[in-house]
Structures are given as C-alpha cells and as structure tokens.
C-alpha cells in the first residue's frame, strides 16, 4: 500500500532542503536573485505537480526538478543574451548601478559542533574554501559531487537527476574530488 505524503511532510521535506538547495543554485548561475527564483520556482513545481507522491520520492524528484529547473535558466540566459546582444545598439546607457554588498550566504547559519572559537574559526575558513573552490569546478562536475555527497543520494539516483550512466557521475565526482583537493592544497589544507 502506497501512503501519500501529507501537506506537513511536503513542508517539512521543503523546509529541511531550503537551504542547501539555494546553495546548489547559487553554485550553479552565480546570482542570489536568481537562485532564489530558482528555488521558488522548484518548490512550486514540486508541491503542484507532485503532491500526490508518496515521501520517499519527494527528495529524488526534487533533485530532478532543482537540476531542470536551473538548466531552464541556461536556456532562457543563452536567448536573452543573443537578443541583447543583436539590439544592444539600441539601448540607452545605465551609468547609475547601484551594486549591493549583501552577501546571503553570510546569513545562513552554520552547524557548529564544537563551541571552541579556534575549532569554529577553522571550519568557517575550510568552509569558506570549499564553497570557493565549488564555484571553481565545471558545472557537471560540481552538480555530481553536490548530488552524491553534499545530498547523499547513491549513485543510480545521482545518475537518474543527471540524466547520465552511473560511470558518467563515477568520473564527475573523481575528477572534482582530486581538483577540490588540489585546490584545497594549494590554499594550505592538509587532507
């Protein structure tokens, strides 16, 4: 017997994975603003569409939607790059843009095991520098590590959000695991 997830289990299952989903999307496009409506628009798609699935599938098709959905926005930013670019010519100049210095990702807190500020500081840092060094990492490969060890999904789910064979995301998550290290090693790490 199939028991389907509850509107409680749908927000609960979206609460839990907001804010590592918004870190995947800002991985991914770079934009706050943008990952946001990212993860919006996910979760819009997840609750419309899907409600009526049990729980245990909510977290894999989420994974699915969250990767379609941030593919969507390559598409949609390839065609309006082409159409600014074609009537670039015709657009006023905008001397006045006003940069903001908020950066989200500050905001967001951090589990903390140990309450030792030397311990905190170092895992802020190593955090840090793991979050710069992703941003790094060519887009498949960091969606695979996300996928497989920041969401722990095994390998076939890996592959089924992927839309790729299992040795497609065996080699992803190697090649940005050894570059993470490298990196990592560059910037003082020792693994």
Known sequence: MIILATREE???FLIEVEKRAYKQALFAVHDEHAALDIIQDSMMKLTVKYASKPVEELPLLFQRILQNTIRDYYRRQRTRSLWTTLFSAFAP???????ED?????TLPVKQESTEPDAQLEKAQLIE???KAMEILPARQREAFILRYWEEMSLAETAAVMNCSEGSVKTHCSRATHALASILRERGVKL
Do not use: Q, R, V, Y
Not at 93 to 99: G, M, Q, V, Y
Not at 102 to 106: N, Q, R, S
């Open 129 to 131: 520098l793991m979050e």
């Open 102 to 106: 908020f950066d989200i990702l500050e």
């Open 10 to 12: 749908i927000s609960d």
């Open 93 to 99: 100049n905008d001397p006045d843009k006003n940069s």
